[in-house]
Nanobody, 116 residues
Framework: QVQLVESGGGLVQAGGSLRLSCVAS????????VAWHRQAPGKQRELVAL???????NYPDSAKGRFTISRDNAKSTVYLQMNSLKPEDTSVYYC??????????WGQGTQVTVSS
C-alpha cells in the first residue's frame, strides 16, 4: 500500500553533510511512524532516527546532535539531515514507515560513503 524511494546518498568527506530524502506514495494517509535505519555489509541493521505522526523524534547516541529527521507531509517526504559525518557512518541507509494498522514498508536504500 505504501511505496518508498530514497535518494540523496553519495560520497562525502569526513565532517561534511548530506541530506537524504524518502518520498512516499500509495496510501500515505495510513502512515504513523517514519524511521531511518542503516546497515553496512556484515553488520546488523541499526536505527538512526525516528519520527512519529505527532512530530516526536528519537535518536540513538551515535546520531544525537548530528542527525535530524523531519517530515513534509505536503510533499509526502521525510528527510534525514546528516552533519559532521564520520567514516563510521558509511552504510546503506533505508527509509521505513509503519502504518496505523502495524504494517511496515521499506525502501531500497541509498548508499552513503564517508571518506577520511
Amino acid at each position: 500500500q505504501v511505496q518508498l524511494v530514497e535518494s540523496g546518498g553519495g560520497l562525502v568527506q569526513a565532517g561534511g553533510s548530506l541530506r537524504l530524502s524518502c518520498v512516499a506514495s500509495g496510501n500515505i494517509f495510513t502512515i504513523n511512524e517514519v524511521a531511518w535505519h542503516r546497515q553496512a555489509p556484515g553488520k546488523q541493521r541499526e536505527l538512526v532516527a525516528l519520527i512519529t505522526s505527532g512530530g516526536r523524534t528519537n535518536y540513538p547516541d551515535s546520531a544525537k546532535g548530528r542527525f535530524t529527521i523531519s517530515r513534509d507531509n505536503a510533499k509526502s517526504t521525510v528527510y534525514l539531515q546528516m552533519n559532521s559525518l564520520k567514516p563510521e557512518d558509511t552504510s546503506v541507509y533505508y527509509c521505513n514507515v509503519f502504518t496505523t494498522t502495524g504494517a511496515g514498508y521499506w525502501g531500497q536504500g541509498t548508499q552513503v560513503t564517508v571518506s577520511s
